[in-house]
């Protein structure tokens, strides 16, 4: 069972990505899965998550309006889109899932994560 976190990469400011998570060993339609990033000195965030039982999505203020996320049942991935990639989104991106049908408050909450991917805005 595992989760891999994949398209990172170096990109400049208000260029684009889009990260994928793909899993093995388990199927992500019954997971809520969540990406998190990590920057340099900083706490994990989370940044946004789609729900176990529908296609609900939340995003933080941070990435609202800019980030997408979107899961594709056929291929048991859940992707990130980020458009108008700014300098403070550069972080090591990672995605995690877990059976609940909500949002942990912890990371402890989550079951399975990716190994991260690291994002770098810059000009």
């Known amino acids: 069972v595992q989760l891999q976190a994949s398209g990172g990469g170096l990109v400049q400011p208000g260029g684009s990505l889009r990260l994928a998570c793909a899993a093995s060993?388990?199927?992500?339609?019954?997971?809520?899965v969540a990406w998190f990033r990590q920057a340099p000195g900083k706490e994990r965030e989370v940044i946004s998550c789609?729900?176990?039982?529908?296609?609900?999505?939340s995003y933080a203020d941070s990435v609202k309006a800019r980030f997408t996320i979107s899961r594709d049942g056929a291929k048991n991935t859940v992707s990130l889109q980020m458009n108008n990639l700014k300098s403070e989104d550069t972080a090591v991106y990672y995605c995690a899932a877990t059976r609940r049908t909500y949002l942990p408050r912890s990371i402890s909450g989550f079951d399975v994560w990716g190994q991260g991917t690291l994002v770098t805005v810059s000009s």
């Open positions: 060993g388990l199927n992500l339609r019954s997971y809520t």
């Open positions: 789609i729900m176990r039982t529908s296609t609900t999505t």
